[in-house]
C-alpha cells in the first residue's frame, strides 16, 4: 500500500500531538512533531544567552545545533533531543512556550526547520503536526486537518499537562500566552498560521482523544481509498 503525508495543524493544546501520535501509531507511519523541533531551537538559545535578534549568531547557531528526534524504548515515544540529549522535558516549560512563538517567526529559523522536516518525510509515510505543515512544508500533503478549540479548554489541558511536570502554572497566566501565541503565529510574515483551503476543520473543544484519533483515520481511510481506485 503507497504511504502518504498526513498534515495536523492548528493552534497550541487542542490535541494535535496526542491525535498525531496516536494516529502514526495506528498506521505504523513515522511521527514528527515539528513544534518541538522550534522549543529545541528556543531552548538552545536561551541557555547560550543568545540574543532573538541577533541574526548572525542565530545562523551561526542553527549550523551548531543538532535538532533530532531519538525513540524511548518504553513510552514508544519519540523525544527531542538537543546535541545527542534528551531534552523532551525541558521544551515543554512555560518559559519555553512564552517565547517559541517569537523564534519560530524568524525567517532563518523556519527555513532550517523546515528543510529538516521535508527531509525527514521524504519517503512519505509520516504523520506530522504543527503549524504550517499543509501550507509550507507540505503543501501536497494527502491529508490535511486543522485542529481548533475554545481557548479556556486549551488552557485547561495545557495546565493538567504542566502540573504533571510538577509545575503550577494560573490558568490565567496560560490564557494570555496562548492568546498571545495565536496572534504571533497567525500574524507572522514567515508561513503564518492558517487553515489549507483543502483542509479539514477539526473542533476538539468537546471531542475527547480516541474520537479525534477516528476523525483523522476516517480521513486516511477516505484519501487511501482514492488513490487506489484510481491506480
Same mark, same amino acid.
Not at 517567526?105 to 526547520?113: D, I, K, N
Given at each position: 500500500?503507497?504511504?502518504?503525508?498526513?498534515?495536523?495543524?492548528?493552534?497550541?493544546?487542542?490535541?494535535?500531538? *496526542? *491525535?498525531?501520535?496516536?494516529?502514526?501509531?495506528?498506521?505504523?507511519?513515522?511521527?514528527?512533531? *515539528?513544534?518541538?523541533?522550534?522549543?529545541?531551537?528556543?531552548?538552545?538559545?536561551?541557555?547560550?544567552?543568545?540574543?532573538?535578534?541577533?541574526? /548572525?549568531?542565530?545562523?551561526?547557531? @542553527?549550523?551548531?545545533?543538532?535538532?533530532?528526534?531519538?525513540?524511548?524504548?518504553?513510552?514508544?515515544?519519540?523525544?527531542?533531543?538537543?546535541?545527542?540529549?534528551?531534552?523532551?522535558?525541558?521544551?515543554?516549560?512555560?518559559?519555553?512556550?512564552?517565547?517559541?512563538?517569537?523564534?519560530?517567526?524568524?525567517?532563518?529559523?523556519?527555513?532550517?526547520?523546515?528543510?529538516?522536516?521535508?527531509?525527514?518525510?521524504?519517503?512519505?509515510?509520516?504523520?506530522?503536526?504543527?503549524?504550517?505543515?499543509?501550507?509550507?512544508? &507540505?503543501?501536497?500533503?494527502?491529508?490535511?486537518?486543522?485542529?481548533?478549540?475554545?481557548? @479556556? *479548554?486549551?488552557?485547561?489541558?495545557?495546565?493538567?499537562?504542566?502540573?504533571?511536570?510538577?509545575?503550577?502554572? /494560573?490558568?490565567?497566566?496560560?490564557?494570555?500566552?496562548?492568546?498571545?501565541?495565536?496572534?504571533?503565529?497567525?500574524?507572522?510574515?514567515?508561513? /503564518?498560521?492558517?487553515?489549507? /483551503?483543502?483542509?479539514?476543520?477539526?473542533?476538539?473543544?468537546?471531542?475527547?482523544?480516541?474520537?479525534?484519533?477516528? &476523525?483523522?483515520?476516517?480521513?486516511?481511510?477516505?484519501?487511501?481509498?482514492?488513490?487506489?481506485?484510481?491506480?
Amino acid at each position: 500500500m503507497q504511504k502518504i503525508v498526513i498534515a495536523i495543524d492548528g493552534y497550541s493544546s487542542c490535541g494535535k500531538s *496526542t *491525535t498525531a501520535k496516536a494516529v502514526a501509531a495506528e498506521l505504523g507511519y513515522a511521527y514528527i512533531d *515539528t513544534g518541538a523541533m522550534y522549543r529545541g531551537v528556543t531552548l538552545y538559545l536561551l541557555e547560550n544567552g543568545i540574543a532573538f535578534d541577533d541574526l /548572525p549568531r542565530i545562523e551561526q547557531a @542553527l549550523h551548531e545545533m543538532q535538532v533530532s528526534f531519538k525513540r524511548n524504548r518504553q513510552t514508544g515515544r519519540n523525544e527531542l533531543c538537543l546535541d545527542g540529549k534528551i531534552r523532551e522535558d525541558e521544551i515543554r516549560q512555560m518559559r519555553i512556550s512564552n517565547s517559541v512563538s517569537e523564534v519560530s517567526g524568524l525567517p532563518l529559523v523556519r527555513h532550517a526547520m523546515v528543510r529538516q522536516q521535508q527531509q525527514m518525510a521524504r519517503h512519505r509515510g509520516v504523520v506530522m503536526d504543527g503549524r504550517d505543515i499543509g501550507t509550507t512544508v &507540505f503543501p501536497d500533503a494527502e491529508v490535511k486537518v486543522f485542529m481548533t478549540a475554545e481557548v @479556556l *479548554t486549551r488552557a485547561l489541558r495545557r495546565q493538567e499537562e504542566l502540573a504533571i511536570k510538577n509545575e503550577h502554572v /494560573p490558568v490565567e497566566d496560560i490564557v494570555d500566552n496562548l492568546q498571545k501565541r495565536d496572534h504571533l503565529d497567525s500574524t507572522r510574515t514567515e508561513s /503564518p498560521l492558517r487553515r489549507a /483551503p483543502d483542509a479539514v476543520l477539526l473542533d476538539t473543544t468537546h471531542m475527547m482523544i480516541d474520537e479525534q484519533v477516528d &476523525f483523522v483515520l476516517e480521513r486516511v481511510s477516505a484519501a487511501l481509498f482514492s488513490r487506489a481506485a484510481k491506480g
